[in-house]
């Protein structure tokens, strides 16, 4: 059955300061990985998403993941944090009933 | 329309008392989907509907749960005689082919 996990339940980071948000999948084949951003308050926002080709996806906001095969990994990225980054973030993995991690919550220091 | 849309954005109901819960998903989308997010948690999957195939209701937690989605569009979540745990955010969903979701902005039920 698939299954996301995101080992990191709040992560605190400084404004500027580079993130690295981790989500470890497990699925049957070749699998369709999203992330998803929660800000308070707010809806889910479909940050990026990969189904196939380059491993490295670009999303909205300066983000960015890298699927690993060899690692079922699909960890988000962004080189420098704004502080209207902080929110709520899901990876997600599968194509009809998606499941989601628990999410990590992360927090931008001034 | 341009979005899902989810109606009422909040309810509170006592306990025992039965609630529908309403989703207008993205027209043409073909895909729809309920998902449950209790305080603090993250996404729980109830029910999945594509096309006019037959309904995943492998997350639905008990029979109190029902949901239906009639000519293909609209979609309804009943939960029956609601209990305290049943409080949290519903979430509807909804896609082309199941190639990624747009989400509603959800349902706060609250049960007293």
């Known amino acids: 059955a698939q299954s996301v996990t995101q080992p990191d339940i709040h992560i605190t980071v400084s404004e500027g300061a580079s993130l690295e948000l981790r989500c470890n999948y497990s699925?049957?084949?070749?699998?369709?990985l999203f992330w998803y951003v929660q800000s308070p308050g707010q809806g889910l926002q479909l940050l990026l998403k990969y189904f196939s080709g380059d491993t490295l996806v670009q999303g909205i906001k300066g983000f960015e993941a890298e699927f690993k095969r060899s690692q079922s990994s699909f960890n988000l990225r962004k080189p420098s944090v704004h502080w209207s980054d902080a929110a709520e973030y899901f990876c997600?993995?599968?194509?009809?009933?998606?499941?989601f991690g628990a999410g990590t919550r992360l927090t931008v220091k001034p | 329309g341009a979005g899902v849309s989810q109606s009422p954005s909040n309810k509170v109901t006592e306990k025992g008392k039965d609630v529908e819960l309403r989703c207008d998903p993205i027209?043409?989308?073909?895909?729809l989907y309920w998902y449950r997010q209790s305080l603090g948690q993250g996404l729980e999957f109830l029910i999945y509907f594509q096309g006019n195939s037959a309904p995943d209701k492998s997350g639905l937690p008990s029979d109190r749960f029902s949901a239906e989605r009639t000519g293909g569009s609209v979609s309804t979540l009943t939960i029956q005689r609601t209990q305290q745990e049943d409080s949290a955010v519903y979430l509807c969903a909804s896609s082309l082919e199941g190639l990624g979701y747009t989400f509603g902005s959800g349902t706060r039920l609250t049960v007293v």
């Open positions: 027209s043409g989308h073909t895909a």
């Open positions: 699925y049957g084949a070749t699998p369709y």
């Open positions: 997600a993995v599968g194509a009809g009933d998606m499941r």
